[in-house]
């Protein structure tokens, strides 16, 4: 062989080749380029015995679009492709597929360590209202990685957390809780919504289960909703008894072992057999395409929501009406060092900032851009800036408030991919009303 | 428009939508959006603090989805409905908005078998309990009630038997102790009106009659309105109680008092379910679901005159053992359906093929116009055969208390010309009584 | 299942369907570094028609205990035992890759005992690139990269799994890693590279025998299939377009399909 010579390197595709490609092949579906949307509900069995196959879980294919759908289909494999991961189950919303994790894995009477820096609608879901159907949780500050540790009971089924805390940009350490985790025998599930696999891939640094809102930075447009769960395909279900629904029979599917049939997708398979069929959250093929659509400039987005983040923390650390600044981009970050170990391809668009004057000059602020707009999400195209204490937090109680890390002057802003200097102009806009906020409150 | 009794005119008008706002378009407008500018930070605040009723975030609400919620509620009588991502989705949200771990509820055995797995197996585990009642005799329910009962669930027309559902029996037993009676109307829509006889809360798989079309897959809930949830404040705790998630908010009292009406279960599903569990609907369903909603009180018409008419046929076709269908019940049962059931009687009909499991099979993979797939309600007519398809997850013991015999066939009769359903049938079951030629398969 | 050969614990997947010696048996035997679980497209279809499916983990691999068998031969040697161990008398075979030097070893070796042979992506010989096999040996992940890129055609590389959301080469790579490479993946590929009796074996056997393979197969490209299955009396060949190595999930269906009636033919279930 003339190449002989040459170092052996496989040749699987890379990360912005499968944005655009994983998942999908244009020959088995017409010769389609772009990807189908199947809007339907139901599937045509060829006969009975094709049907009650399907039924059983013998062959693959699509059965009812609540279950599984071919749009929805390429999207979690792409999603698992750019994640390197082996598997994915598609949700109607970020908020469901956390839901659907922890319905996978866990069971009344069970227990979650779950960090303390979370999306607000997160910390409810956690808080109050798994405790209804009996599982309980106990809450620790992603700094604290022995408090990880300790907060593991025998009932414990798993960590979960957000690489970087949601607000105050806190990042946990995720190589060293996913080896308490696995010391312990549990997955760490990871909500890497903030980041997406182009900033982060948490499989490479121990996470076992990644949770994605694809509303965010991963559609991009502000346009769909949508969540996905990623398998790493790592963890060993059968190390322990923790598990036992993964492991013994399932009297819901004639006596399934999942992790004995299907080992490193053992949990997505339970989590759409049981988990999909059984509560229903399945994603609509428009809003899946949409995420797709989304996708595919991934690479490109991500670039400039990270390179307008670094300008506009430049911009706002030199800003005299700012207090302060958090972002792991800033040199003064608590985290600095871990960030560039986890994040190396940029620090994300997510950005904290004090403004002076408190309370008023922020909602002085906020009510005064024009350019940046004011709502509950993050992750749009365009910038959009809150201020959590009135608005997302504000189911909070005090307690609440302060546990999460929040104070009364903090801005949220979520940089888009706006011209940069038409983001500073504006917020000199809302800065300069914020000085004189009197004059601007009641408009 | 709501005040318009008709189906017809509700279909096509209900709710409070005329034009849209800023366009004056008439055709509702499809808002693919996940989130919504504020007006400044008061108003975000109260927003938030559902001091003021707004939107927020597509995860809790959408314009689109609205026309669609204000639209079914109207279509049902009721006050208010949330839409959900799947029926399934909004069986279990009729559920977890009311039980928690520890709790119970009676349950009618005749259900989907997807709801089977939810109740038996799925919610078990989150400590809430089903318990089963058969619904011949109503009394049933009342003798599985306990302390941590929180509410009675049935489908008004249900498979395998399509006994129709005891509606007003049942819910009165339940009033008498504020238990709410759920009613899943999936197969009813425009035919019967639960909330009329005194159910609480009616839940839609709106994929099926009423998105009609086979297209999307969508679920809500219709509250009422005609349930006191503060009646026996034990009785209801997630009424009751103060929700630490909402600065205290006791949903029975605190509703009511901010929007002046009696609407405390869809609220509580909107802003603690959708926010915590997730699973919306798509603005684009929504609309797909509008659409076929539109045409809703014309199919049903169709679709139940077809029935009909296959029925009449079946009975009279010697490869037939059995037709089930909900005015073939003999005595107090067989009344229900005219108690129930207004402008017809559905479109789902059972039959056993005689030569069992083999025949059955024949019958099913001889159809040429009806497609064989997991679903009922499209406008197209479907067949499906149960045993070994939408109940092979169950156990033989579960097979044979859900009524499903090897030979029965469960169909889901269109809105074609009757004489094609009729030939299509025909020609199907005189393939199924000849002897097969395939040696072993 | 678990049953003992030689004192160590073997397990089988049983494909969600209890054991029953009533029942014909056929044994599924992977690939290099896999195990049971590349079956699953296949294994649960035979389980709920009336055969004894058994998807066996060779010893020191998935869930098996023991050490990995050092030579095809061993190996070979090793499925005349799982049948007796499970209480039969006959089995029809099914190899992937590896697994086809495995079971054309056996069925040569005992005849009387193995009713069908079915061969995936099988060749008489399969000798290692040097490097390859040197980066297994040394248990250097790149092995397990290197294979899962030569063993995935199209449809493994771009996706388009058979079943909603699993993504091929990720969940082939988390397999072959589950256990030590060196000690999985080494062993067998030295074992591929020193079995030089292939050609010999096949001659020697007499019952029906099916060749499934794939155009773009890499590790045992067409020709090669073809030249073994010549040596077969009487072989049947089917031969899948656009499809690589791993055809077994890349092309479940059709695999499935052509094996059912290649099985139920020459060796009928137990009917209900």
């Keep these: 062989m003339s190449d002989k010579k040459k170092e052996l390197k496989p040749n699987t595709y890379k990360f912005d080749t499968l944005s655009l490609h994983a998942g999908y092949q244009p020959h088995k579906n017409a010769g389609s380029r772009q990807v189908p949307i199947y809007q339907t509900t139901s599937y045509l069995f060829d006969d009975v015995d094709h049907a009650a196959a399907l039924f059983n879980l013998e062959r693959g294919g699509h059965i009812y679009s609540r279950i599984s759908n071919p749009t929805v289909g390429v999207l979690e494999e792409r999603v698992a492709s750019l994640e390197g991961g082996t598997a994915a189950l598609a949700t109607s919303s970020g908020m469901s597929a956390i839901f659907l994790t922890v319905m996978t894995l866990c069971e009344a009477g069970d227990h979650l360590v779950v960090s303390s820096q979370l999306y607000g609608g997160t910390v409810n879901l956690f808080r109050l209202t798994l405790p209804k159907f009996g599982i309980k949780c106990t809450f620790v500050k992603p700094r604290d990685t022995e408090g990880f540790k300790k907060a593991i009971q025998k009932n414990t089924k798993g960590i979960f957390g957000e690489l970087v805390g949601n607000p105050g940009n806190e990042i946990m350490n995720m190589p060293e809780i996913a080896k308490i985790a696995h010391d312990a025998g549990i997955p760490l599930m990871v909500d890497a919504t903030y980041q997406t696999p182009y900033l982060c891939k948490p499989f490479e640094h121990g996470a076992d289960i990644v949770i994605h809102s694809l ?50 997708t053992a949990f997505t398979m339970k989590a759409r057999a049981e988990g999909m069929r059984d509560f229903g959250p399945c994603l609509s093929p428009q809003n899946a395409w949409n995420v797709l659509q989304g996708i595919e400039t991934l690479s490109v987005r991500m670039k400039k929501h990270c390179s307008n983040a670094e300008e506009m923390v430049k911009y706002l650390s030199n800003h005299e009406s700012v207090a302060w600044v958090s972002h792991p981009s800033a040199p003064n970050h608590p985290d600095a060092e871990l960030a560039n170990k986890l994040l190396p391809n940029g620090k994300g668009s997510m950005i904290a900032f004090g403004i002076k004057g408190g309370k008023d000059a922020g909602v002085a602020f906020i009510n005064n851009v024009k350019l940046a707009s004011h709502l509950a999400n993050v992750g749009d195209t365009r910038t959009l800036v809150i201020h959590p204490a009135s608005g997302t937090h504000s ?49 | 428009m709501s005040k318009n009794k008709h189906p017809e005119t509700i279909a096509l008008h209900g709710g409070d939508y005329r034009s849209d706002p800023a366009t004056t378009a008439v055709a509702v407008p499809l808002y693919r959006t996940t989130s919504y500018q504020f007006n400044d930070t008061d108003h975000a605040a109260n927003l938030f603090a559902l001091k003021e009723f707004g939107n927020i975030y597509t995860r809790i609400m959408n314009p689109t989805n609205d026309v669609l919620e204000k639209r079914v509620a109207a279509l049902e009588g009721g006050l208010a409905a949330v839409t959900v991502g799947s029926g399934q989705a909004a069986s279990t949200f009729a559920i977890m908005n009311v039980c928690q771990s520890g709790d119970n509820f009676v349950s009618s055995t005749d259900l989907y078998g997807g709801t089977v797995n939810l109740f038996t197996h799925t919610l078990k585990k989150l400590g809430i309990e089903c318990r089963y009642a058969d619904p011949s005799d109503p009394s049933n329910f009342e003798k599985l009630i306990d302390d941590r009962t929180r509410c009675f669930y049935a489908e008004t027309l249900p498979n395998p038997y399509l006994r129709v559902f005891p509606i007003k029996e049942v819910s009165d037993i339940g009033r008498k102790y504020s238990i709410p009676l759920i009613m899943d109307n999936t197969a009813a829509p425009v035919i019967c009106k639960p909330l009329e006889h005194g159910a609480a809360v009616v839940v839609h798989s709106l994929t099926k009659f009423i998105g009609g079309h086979g297209t999307v897959i969508g679920g809500c809930l219709v509250d009422g309105g005609n349930f006191d949830w503060t009646k026996d404040p034990k009785r209801q705790p997630l009424f009751n109680e103060p929700d630490a998630s909402y600065g205290g908010a006791q949903w029975g009292v605190v509703v009511p008092q901010l929007t002046g ?62 037709v089930i269908y909900p005015t073939l019940h003999k005595g107090e049962i067989g009344e229900r359906s005219k108690k129930y059931m207004k402008g017809g009687n559905g479109a789902l009909i059972g039959i056993e093929v005689k030569g069992g499991v083999e025949a059955g099979k024949k019958f099913i993979e001889s159809l040429k116009m009806f497609y064989h797939v997991a679903n009922i309600g499209d406008a197209r007519s479907l067949a499906i055969h149960p045993a070994t398809t939408t109940h092979s997850q169950l156990t033989e013991e579960e097979l044979l208390a859900a009524g499903v015999t090897p030979g029965y066939v469960r169909l889901s009769i269109g809105i074609e010309h009757p004489d094609d359903i009729i030939a299509d049938l025909d020609q199907a079951l005189g393939a199924s009584g000849k002897p097969s030629l395939k040696a072993v398969s | 299942m678990k049953f003992k050969v030689n004192g160590h614990e073997v397990f089988a997947s049983t494909g969600g369907r209890p054991f029953d010696k009533k029942k014909p048996l056929i044994i599924f035997v992977h690939g290099s570094g896999l195990t049971h679980m590349t079956w699953v497209l296949q294994t649960r279809y035979f389980a709920f028609h009336g055969y004894n499916s058994l998807a066996v983990d060779l010893p020191g691999h998935g869930l098996s205990s023991g050490k990995s068998l050092k030579s095809i031969e061993e190996m070979a040697d090793w499925v005349s035992e799982v049948i007796d161990a499970v209480g039969h008398k006959k089995a029809s075979l099914v190899g992937h890759s590896q697994g086809c030097l495995v079971t054309v070893e056996c069925t040569s070796r005992y005849p009387n005992k193995i009713k069908t042979l079915s061969l995936m992506g099988g060749a008489g010989a399969i000798p290692m690139n040097p490097e390859l096999l040197s980066l297994a040996e040394n248990n250097d992940p790149k092995a397990v990269d290197l294979m899962m890129d030569w063993a995935h055609g199209p449809a493994g590389h771009f996706g388009g799994h058979p079943v909603p959301g699993l993504y091929h080469i990720n969940t082939g790579t988390m397999l072959a890693k589950s256990r030590t490479i060196q000690n999985t993946l080494g062993v067998d590929f030295r074992a591929c590279d020193n079995y030089k009796n292939g050609f010999e074996a096949a001659k020697k056997i007499k019952c029906p025998t099916l060749s499934i393979l794939a155009t773009d197969d890499k590790m045992c490209p067409v020709k090669e299939g073809k030249k073994l299955a010549a040596l077969i009396d009487g072989s049947q060949v089917d031969i899948i377009d656009n499809c690589g190595h791993m055809m077994l999930l890349e092309e479940a269906d059709r695999v499935l399909t052509v094996l059912k009636k290649f099985i139920t033919t020459n060796y009928p279930p137990l009917s209900s």
């Design chain 1, 215 to 264: 509303t965010k930075w991963m559609a991009g447009h502000g346009s769909s909703m949508a969540g996905i769960l990623v398998e790493g395909g790592k963890f060993d279900w059968m190390q322990n008894d923790k598990f036992p629904t993964m492991i013994k029979p399932y009297e819901g599917y004639h006596g399934l072992s999942f992790a004995e049939e299907f080992g490193p």
């Design chain 1, 395 to 443: 189911q909070m109680d005090e307690a609440t408030l302060k546990f999460a890390g929040l104070s009364h002057d903090m801005i949220r802003l979520s940089v888009g991919i706006e011209d940069i200097d038409d983001i500073k102009n504006d917020f000199e806009i809302g800065f300069r009303a914020a000085r004189k906020p009197r004059l601007v409150s009641n408009q």
């Design chain 2, 261 to 322: 009406a009696n609407v405390s279960y869809a609220v509580r599903a909107r802003v603690v379910l959708l926010r915590d569990l997730g699973a919306p609907l798509a603005p684009d369903n929504a609309w797909g679901i509008i659409q076929g909603l539109e045409t809703v009180p014309l199919r049903m018409k169709q679709h139940c005159s077809n029935a009909e008419k296959a029925v009449a046929f079946l009975q009279k076709h010697k490869n037939v053992d059995r």
